[in-house]
């Protein structure tokens, strides 16, 4: 099997390239251009085609994303290029070699209301220009004639690249008082986790026939077993370092609400993923968040 990963170096693309390397040969690229001349740059629409041809791959993973949720509020374009008509173009070009194209999105695309777990079919209602660019690339998949598999996941982290975990420790190693939001529900989910899951899928999928193949094909939701607060969440983080020997000068931390935060892009107050369609479908188990979050503080408290 050859797969070709784009994104190596995202938080999620880090992992993959550990995660992928036994089901076969792996290209992974970033958006720079190799010794072999292959360039990653999903947003250039002529290298990416050249690059298909030339690889011939079986399986495409798309970890590259546009992710600076705030920012896309003033770079609607930039964000729709990346997460809409650059996933439009990598799903022709995946479908005229007959290839798999994994790719992964968010639980953005749904309006973040109410209190019951997001599933698969429900409608979507994204309230920020992110989650609007996500969705159209989750449509642009749906309306071509690819074979995908879409993870949709939620409050990402990794030992690798920035995330709410290295904030939290870089901040209570600083401060005394945090205010933390504590009205957003989530899972917040690993990105070793995405990547095993994603291999393991990859690989159920190869040992089937075409015919299943295709029924294993859409879209699905990814995320850690349980669900927390960002205010719980932080909390969770705090006792952990605490408990790995990690010097902190936090004193207090107070849980705020959502409104108490503005931030240009609205946040979606819950993120939680119904993920019994991924667990049956690929026989699969997804551990409790705390698991994976101990796991990366762990390796970043040295």
């Known amino acids: 099997m050859k797969i070709l990963l784009l994104g190596k170096n995202g938080q999620v693309g880090w992992e993959l390239q550990r995660a992928l390397q036994p089901l076969g ?3 992974a690229l970033d958006r720079h251009t ?51 008509l650059a996933v439009k173009h990598l799903a022709e070009k ?37 989650g609007q660019s996500k969705r159209a690339g ?11 598999i879409n993870f949709r996941t939620s409050w990402v982290y990794g030992t690798h690249g920035q995330n709410f975990i290295k904030t939290m420790l870089r901040l209570a190693q600083a401060k005394e ?35 299943q193949q295709q029924q294993l094909c859409g879209h699905y ?5 349980g669900e927390t607060s960002w205010y719980e969440y932080a909390q969770y983080i705090f006792d952990v370092a605490r408990y790995k020997g990690l010097v902190l000068k936090l004193q207090q931390v107070h849980p705020i609400v959502t409104t108490a935060y503005p ?32 796991q990366v503080l762990g390796e970043i408290i040295v």
């Open 94 to 130: 995946c479908q005229a070699v007959n290839a798999l194209l994994v790719h992964y999105s968010t639980d953005y695309v749904f309006s973040g209301q109410g209190t019951q777990t997001w599933q698969e079919q429900d409608v979507t209602a994204p309230q920020n220009v992110y």
């Open 221 to 225: 939701h990814l995320a850690a077993s």
């Open 25 to 27: 040969e792996v290209i």
């Open 263 to 294: 931030t240009p892009a609205k946040r979606p107050l819950n993120s939680r993923l119904n993920t019994q369609k991924l667990q049956q479908q690929f026989h699969l188990h997804l551990p409790y968040w705390q698991q994976g979050v101990e």
């Open 177 to 211: 008082e945090l205010s933390i939001i504590a009205d957003q529900i989530g899972a917040p989910t690993g990105a070793a986790l995405i990547a095993d899951v994603t291999a393991q899928a990859i690989r159920y999928y190869s040992l089937h026939a075409a015919e």
């Open 138 to 148: 989750e449509v642009a998949l749906e309306q071509s004639a690819v074979k995908f």
């Open 34 to 84: 190799n010794a072999q001349g292959l360039c990653g740059d999903i947003a250039n629409l002529e290298a990416i085609t050249q690059l298909i041809q030339q690889v011939q791959p079986d399986v495409v993973v798309n970890a590259t994303a546009y992710t600076a949720v705030d920012k896309a509020e003033s770079e609607p374009k930039q964000a729709d290029l990346i997460n809409h």
